[in-house]
C-alpha cells in the first residue's frame, strides 16, 4: 500500500485517502496549435518504468492537488511537493538522485 | 509433432507414457529471421501462427523475456465475449469468438473452450437503457446478444440474490455463446503450432534495443546478441511504452496494475460467467470448482505485478450483495498483471513510424478473448503491410484524428 505524505497539511496519508490524478507537468495545447502538439497534449504518455512525476489529490483529508515522485517498477516515493510547481524543484530532483544515481533526468 | 488424439493417448498408456515429446523445441537463436515478434503472450504468438496458416510465412521467431504465456495471457480470468458497442470492435471480438469455437480442432490443442454463457448484469436504470442499447447495436453487427429479465437472471443463476437493498438486478445483456477458455492452453496451443511450422520461440532472451537505418528496423539487441529481421511485430502488452522507446516512438499508453483473485475450490454452483460492472466486480466458476473473481484497475501507474489491497476488498464488498453466499468463501490465491490501457479503450494494431515495425497492443483489461481475431488481423498486417478490415480502424492515427473507438462504457469493468 502507498504512502504519500501531504504537502499541505503535512499527514501522512495512505492510498485510500488519496486519489491518483495521471503524469505531472503536462504541458497544455489548445486553439492555435499544431495537431502533433494537441495529440502528444492528450494522449502521448511517459508512462516511465521507473521515476514517474505524477499527480495526486488529497481527497479524503484537505482536498488539494499535489505532486509526487515515485518509482513505478518498486513504489518507492522519492518526493511529494506542491501542485503549483511548474517542472521538479531541485530538491525533488536531489532525493531522486540520491537514491537512483543512474537517472537520466527529467526531461 | 506427432498428433493429439485418443490413440495416442491410448498407445501411450500402453508404454507408461514414455512417447510424449515435447510440446515445442528450445532452439538457439539464428542470425536472422523474415520477421521477428517480440512478446510470447497470445497475442504474440498468434499473430506467428496467422502468418504462417494464412500466408506461408513461417521464417519467424517470437522473442520472450520470460517464460511463454506468462504475461497478462497466464494472468487473466478467461472471459470471452463481443457484446461489445462500436462496430469495429464487435468486428473483430467476434472474429475471435468464433475461432475460439474451433480452435482446438485447429490448433490439436485443447484449449478448453466453453460457451458457458455470459451475463452482463444491468443492477441501476441507466444500465438497462445501456444495454438495450447494446442488444440493438449487436443485432446489427451480427452478434448474437439478448436482453433478459430478472427472473430469467435467477434461473440462469440460481445463487444470485436479484433483489439486494443497493443494487437490485433489473435484468442483463445475455451473450449465450460467451464463456471461458483455459488461457495457459491457448497460449502453448499456438505456441506448439507455431513450433511445428518450424517457427524458433526464444525464451528467457529480452529485446533491449531496436536497431534501425534509414527509417527501417534491421533487427533486436536482446540478451543473447543481435537478431536480425526483415520485419518487426512488438506484441508486448504491459511493457509496450518500453519497447516502442526502443524505436524511437511514443505510444497513447499507460500501464497498470488488474488483480484477480481465486476462492477455496466449492461444488458446482454457478455454469455461467457474471459480470456486474456497477458495482465492478465479475465471477465464474473454473473447472477445478474455484470461483474466479475480478474487478477494476488501479488507478496509478505501475509495474510491479502487484496492486492494492483496497480493491480487492472493493471487489468482494461489492459481489457479496449481490452472491451472498460468497461472504463464508475463503480467498486461496490473489495476484496482478500489467494492464496496457489506452484513453479510449481500445486496442492498437497499427503501422509504425518505422516502415517495417508493427505494434499489437493496448488490449488493456480485456484481450484474452480477442486473441485469436487479433493475431489474424496483425498477421494480415504484417504478411501485407497494409492493415486488412479488422485492423483498419485500430490504427495509431485515430488519436491524432479525435476518431476513438470509445469502449469505455462495455469495457469499464475490467475483464
Ligand atoms: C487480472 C487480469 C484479468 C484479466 N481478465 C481478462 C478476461 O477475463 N478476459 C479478457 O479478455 N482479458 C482479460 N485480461 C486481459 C488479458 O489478459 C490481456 O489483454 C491479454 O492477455 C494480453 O495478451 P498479450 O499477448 O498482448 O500480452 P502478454 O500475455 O502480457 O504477453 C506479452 C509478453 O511480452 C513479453 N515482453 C515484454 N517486454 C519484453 C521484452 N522487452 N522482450 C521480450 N519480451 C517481452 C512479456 O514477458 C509477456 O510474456 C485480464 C488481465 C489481467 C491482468
Ligand atoms: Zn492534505
Same mark, same amino acid.
Given at each position: 500500500?502507498?504512502?504519500?505524505?501531504?504537502?499541505?497539511?503535512?499527514?501522512?496519508?495512505?492510498?485510500?485517502?488519496?486519489?491518483?490524478?495521471?503524469?505531472?507537468?503536462?504541458?497544455?495545447?489548445?486553439?492555435?496549435?499544431?495537431?502533433?502538439?494537441?495529440?502528444?497534449?492528450?494522449?502521448?504518455?511517459?508512462?516511465?518504468?521507473?521515476?514517474?512525476?505524477?499527480?495526486?489529490?488529497?481527497?479524503?483529508?484537505?482536498?488539494?492537488?499535489?505532486?509526487?515522485?515515485?518509482?513505478?517498477?518498486?513504489?518507492?516515493?522519492?518526493?511529494?511537493?506542491?501542485?503549483?510547481?511548474?517542472?521538479?524543484?531541485?530538491?525533488?530532483?536531489?532525493?531522486?538522485?540520491?537514491?537512483?544515481?543512474?537517472?537520466?533526468?527529467?526531461? | 509433432m506427432s498428433r493429439y488424439s485418443v490413440f495416442?493417448?491410448?498407445?501411450?498408456?500402453?508404454?507408461?507414457?514414455?512417447?510424449?515429446?515435447?510440446?515445442?523445441?528450445?532452439?538457439?537463436?539464428?542470425?536472422?529471421?523474415?520477421?521477428?515478434?517480440?512478446?510470447?503472450?497470445?497475442?504474440?504468438?498468434?499473430?506467428?501462427?496467422?502468418?504462417?496458416?494464412?500466408?506461408?510465412?513461417?521464417?519467424?521467431?517470437?522473442?520472450?523475456?520470460?517464460?511463454?504465456?506468462?504475461?497478462?495471457?497466464?494472468?487473466?480470468?478467461?472471459?470471452?465475449?463481443?457484446?461489445?458497442?462500436?462496430?469495429?470492435?464487435?468486428?473483430?471480438?467476434?472474429?475471435?469468438?468464433?475461432?475460439?469455437?474451433?480452435?482446438?480442432?485447429?490448433?490439436?490443442?485443447?484449449?478448453?473452450?466453453?460457451?458457458?454463457?455470459?451475463?452482463?448484469?444491468?443492477?441501476?436504470?441507466?444500465?438497462?437503457?445501456?444495454?438495450?442499447?447494446?442488444?440493438?447495436?449487436?443485432?446489427?453487427?451480427?452478434?448474437?446478444?439478448?436482453?433478459?429479465?430478472?427472473?430469467?437472471?435467477?434461473?440462469?443463476?440460481?445463487?444470485?440474490?436479484?433483489?439486494?437493498?443497493?443494487?437490485?438486478?433489473?435484468?442483463?445483456?445475455?451473450?449465450?455463446?460467451?464463456?471461458?477458455?483455459?488461457?495457459?492452453?491457448?497460449?502453448?496451443?499456438?505456441?506448439?503450432?507455431? +513450433?511445428?511450422?518450424?517457427?524458433?520461440?526464444?525464451?528467457?532472451?529480452?529485446?533491449?534495443?531496436?536497431?534501425?537505418?534509414?527509417?527501417?528496423?534491421?533487427?533486436?539487441?536482446?540478451?543473447?546478441?543481435?537478431?536480425?529481421?526483415?520485419?518487426?511485430?512488438?506484441?508486448?502488452?504491459?511493457?509496450?511504452?518500453?519497447?516502442?522507446?526502443?524505436?524511437?516512438?511514443?505510444?497513447?499508453?499507460?500501464?497498470?496494475?488488474?488483480?484477480?483473485?481465486?476462492?477455496?475450490?466449492?461444488?458446482?454452483?454457478?455454469?455461467?460467467v457474471v459480470m456486474a460492472n456497477t458495482v465492478?466486480?465479475?465471477?465464474?466458476?473454473?473447472?477445478?470448482?474455484?470461483?474466479?473473481?475480478?474487478?477494476?484497475?488501479?488507478?496509478?501507474?505501475?509495474?510491479?505485478?502487484?496492486? +492494492?489491497?483496497?480493491?480487492?476488498?472493493?471487489?468482494?464488498?461489492?459481489?457479496?450483495?449481490?452472491?451472498?453466499?460468497?461472504?463464508?468463501?475463503?480467498?486461496?490465491?490473489?495476484?496482478?498483471?500489467?494492464?496496457?490501457?489506452?484513453?479510449?479503450?481500445?486496442?492498437?494494431?497499427?503501422?509504425?513510424?518505422?516502415?517495417?515495425?508493427?505494434?499489437?497492443?493496448?488490449w488493456g483489461t480485456g484481450g484474452f478473448k480477442?486473441?485469436?481475431?487479433?493475431?489474424?488481423?496483425?498477421?494480415?498486417?504484417?504478411?501485407?503491410?497494409?492493415?486488412?478490415?479488422?485492423?483498419?480502424?485500430?490504427?495509431?492515427?485515430?488519436?491524432?484524428?479525435?476518431?476513438?473507438?470509445?469502449?469505455?462504457?462495455?469495457?469499464?469493468?475490467?475483464?
Amino acid at each position: 500500500m502507498l504512502t504519500l505524505t501531504c504537502p499541505y497539511c503535512g499527514v501522512k496519508a495512505e492510498e485510500t485517502e488519496l486519489a491518483p490524478g495521471g503524469e505531472a507537468h503536462l504541458k497544455r495545447f489548445g486553439p492555435g496549435s499544431s495537431d502533433d502538439e494537441f495529440e502528444s497534449y492528450m494522449f502521448a504518455r511517459r508512462n516511465e518504468k521507473g521515476v514517474h512525476f505524477e499527480r495526486w489529490r488529497h481527497a479524503y483529508g484537505c482536498g488539494k492537488w499535489f505532486l509526487a515522485a515515485r518509482d513505478t517498477a518498486t513504489l518507492e516515493v522519492f518526493a511529494t511537493y506542491p501542485a503549483q510547481t511548474p517542472e521538479p524543484p531541485p530538491e525533488v530532483v536531489a532525493a531522486i538522485k540520491a537514491r537512483r544515481p543512474d537517472w537520466k533526468g527529467y526531461k | 509433432m506427432s498428433r493429439y488424439s485418443v490413440f495416442a493417448i491410448a498407445r501411450e498408456a500402453l508404454r507408461f507414457h514414455q512417447g510424449w515429446e515435447r510440446a515445442w523445441r528450445s532452439p538457439e537463436p539464428k542470425p536472422r529471421y523474415d520477421v521477428i515478434i517480440v512478446g510470447a503472450g497470445g497475442h504474440g504468438l498468434a499473430t506467428a501462427y496467422y502468418l504462417g496458416k494464412n500466408f506461408g510465412i513461417t521464417n519467424v521467431a517470437v522473442i520472450e523475456k520470460g517464460w511463454l504465456g506468462g504475461g497478462n495471457t497466464g494472468r487473466n480470468t478467461t472471459i470471452i465475449r463481443s457484446n461489445y458497442l462500436q462496430d469495429p470492435s464487435a468486428a473483430i471480438y467476434e472474429k475471435a469468438r468464433s475461432l475460439y469455437e474451433t480452435l482446438s480442432q485447429d490448433l490439436n490443442y485443447n484449449v478448453m473452450f466453453s460457451p458457458r454463457g455470459l451475463l452482463m448484469l444491468a443492477q441501476t436504470h441507466h444500465e438497462v437503457r445501456g444495454y438495450l442499447r447494446t442488444v440493438h447495436a449487436n443485432g446489427l453487427q451480427n452478434v448474437t446478444t439478448e436482453w433478459i429479465g430478472p427472473e430469467r437472471v435467477k434461473e440462469l443463476v440460481p445463487i444470485i440474490n436479484i433483489d439486494g437493498p443497493r443494487y437490485p438486478v433489473l435484468g442483463a445483456l445475455y451473450q449465450a455463446r460467451g464463456g471461458t477458455a483455459r488461457h495457459d492452453a491457448v497460449a502453448w496451443g499456438y505456441a506448439r503450432a507455431c +513450433s511445428a511450422m518450424g517457427m524458433d520461440i526464444i525464451q528467457q532472451c529480452e529485446v533491449k534495443g531496436v536497431r534501425s537505418e534509414g527509417g527501417k528496423v534491421t533487427g533486436v539487441e536482446t540478451t543473447r546478441g543481435f537478431i536480425g529481421c526483415s520485419k518487426l511485430g512488438i506484441v508486448v502488452a504491459g511493457h509496450s511504452g518500453q519497447v516502442a522507446e526502443m524505436a524511437g516512438f511514443r505510444l497513447p499508453i499507460e500501464a497498470v496494475a488488474l488483480q484477480a483473485l481465486v476462492s477455496e475450490p466449492i461444488k458446482p454452483c454457478m455454469d455461467v460467467v457474471v459480470m456486474a460492472n456497477t458495482v465492478h466486480g465479475y465471477m465464474s466458476q473454473s473447472d477445478k470448482g474455484e470461483m474466479v473473481i475480478g474487478g477494476g484497475t488501479d488507478g496509478f501507474n505501475n509495474f510491479t505485478q502487484r496492486g +492494492s489491497f483496497q480493491h480487492i476488498e472493493e471487489t468482494l464488498r461489492a459481489l457479496i450483495e449481490t452472491f451472498p453466499m460468497i461472504s463464508r468463501l475463503k480467498m486461496l490465491r490473489q495476484w496482478g498483471g500489467i494492464v496496457d490501457m489506452t484513453g479510449d479503450r481500445s486496442p492498437i494494431i497499427s503501422k509504425t513510424p518505422l516502415g517495417n515495425c508493427f505494434i499489437n497492443c493496448g488490449w488493456g483489461t480485456g484481450g484474452f478473448k480477442a486473441i485469436p481475431g487479433s493475431g489474424w488481423a496483425m498477421a494480415e498486417l504484417m504478411a501485407k503491410g497494409e492493415p486488412g478490415p479488422l485492423a483498419a480502424e485500430f490504427n495509431l492515427g485515430r488519436f491524432r484524428e479525435g476518431r476513438f473507438i470509445d469502449e469505455s462504457v462495455a469495457a469499464g469493468v475490467a475483464h
